[in-house]
């Protein structure tokens, strides 16, 4: 992700932007009015008896569960800030799709570029969301074009979006990788490190509600039974925020910090760990991934007052 940021100068957040970055975690949930019954009882995969994966044990749950847009509705209360409450679908989401198809970003453990992984997912979390009735998505730069990093936030702008969601897939650190052959060709791995993280960058114009929706996520990725990752600590210094839901602050990221509303950087999984490329190359687990993403999404869009 290095690539993605300005000078490495900056790249540390002060201790005081973190303090008060966990000290108002809370307010950052208020501010978004996230309905918490759609966040609470996290059920990690700690609690687990059985050794089955944890998304997959969830899966079976996952229909009895109530959907955020059922917990709450969108009615205007006596608390509105603004007064003029977006109508349902007034919810715009910008969707990015991570690099591009000539700058493909991290290569999996099979030798498949990243970039192909963040197409295929916003493109069915896009169709999920269609179904929404809450929430407008749009993707930003469909006809694969290689456009730059401030215009993608640009073009999220430029539609006011209420949000920017921006998809990856993650790697690890050059030297923690090996190799192995597949298809008699040699490709490099590292199975070492699994699970998803979450970015936001206080430089943000809303860093506050960039950190209440990267806490819904956490929260909604947890209960659906995904693990994070914290390698990026170890691996890059990156500012861990929330080690329990794997929110990460990583101020210089162009993208969360040039959009002009609330904005997050999702890597979805370690595609250079073997068994996690497989479970991603999966339907069915990416169909779980992506319904709590949605749900994360429409907690958001549903909550009240925003
Ligand atoms: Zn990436």
Redesign the pocket.
Known sequence: ?SR?TNNAKNALPTRDRIVLLQVTTFLALQVFSVPMSAVESVETPKDKKTTAPAWRENAASTTSRSRPSESAPPTPTSETRSGDIATPRDFTIALDI??SAKKG??ISARGVF?YEF?RRLVSELFQRLQSSHLVRPFIVNPERDEISLLKRAGEANDQNADLFLAI????VKESYLKTWEVDRKTRKYCDDFHGYSIFISQKNAKPLESLGFATALGRALLKAGFTPTLHHVAQENRLLIDKEKGIYAFDDLIVLKAATMPAVLL?CGVIVNRDEEKNLNDPNYRSHLTEAISDAIESLAGAPTR
């Open positions: 992700m993605y991570g690099h970003g991290a990243e963040n990856h897939h993650d790697s890597e």
